[in-house]
């Protein structure tokens, strides 16, 4: 097992979250990094486990003061970040580490840590992706065409890097992401 930084992004409703913790679950010895965010949580969601919920005030401050590896303002409203600390701690522990974010932080990323794995987490079909994000019923119909919106031009981003893994269910791509993350002879 090697300390590599590892990035998995995708589209909206795509399954990044569910693919994270069943690999957090399945794999503790992998880093998985809990980002910030200036949403409300949603039902089930607990704080520090699912996502470090922070007013606007909290984030403003630790991106001010280089605490943020990347953040980005998602759909158009909410920031989202991860706190660079504890990635930077497991990296050097000689723990892979998983940042799972959006293709705006990705970017930043690419930027400040080229040497980073980037994966992008792929719907089996665009009406897959549709019925996920309808399907888990956590937005309004306005919050929905905003994220479908945003999810087309993830969609086109998928060239930007450097392993694409296709999400049809989770075990499988659990297994795939994982595979990547232990056994460096694994061909990018």
């Given amino acids: 097992m090697t300390a590599q930084l590892f ?9 990044k979250g569910t693919v994270a913790a069943a690999m957090r679950e399945q794999h503790p010895e992998i880093y998985l990094s809990v980002s910030a965010t200036t949403r409300e949580p949603r039902p089930g969601e607990v704080d520090g486990v699912h996502y470090h919920f922070v007013s606007v005030e909290e984030f403003d401050r630790l991106v001010a003061d280089g605490q943020m590896l990347e953040w ?10 991860t706190p660079r600390g504890p990635v930077e701690q497991a990296l050097a522990e000689g723990r892979p580490a998983l ?18 794995v ?11 992706l549709v019925r996920r994000l309808v399907g888990r019923g956590t937005e309004g119909e306005e919050e929905r065409e905003r994220r479908l919106a945003t999810a087309r ?4 981003a998928e060239a930007e890097f450097d392993v694409t893994i296709v999400n049809r269910e989770v075990h499988a791509a659990v297994e795939e992401l994982v595979s990547l993350m232990v ?6």
Avoid at 7 to 15: C, F, S
């Fill in 7 to 15: 990035v998995l992004a995708g589209p909206t409703a795509v399954g």
């Fill in 72 to 81: 980005a303002v998602v759909h158009g409203v909410n920031r989202y970040g």
């Fill in 99 to 116: 940042l799972e974010i959006d293709l705006q932080g990705a970017r930043q990323v690419r930027e400040s840590k080229p040497d980073a």
């Fill in 118 to 128: 980037f994966v992008f987490l792929k719907p089996p079909s665009w009406e897959e």
């Fill in 153 to 156: 031009e993830e969609l086109a």
């Fill in 183 to 188: 056994d460096p002879s694994t061909d990018l």
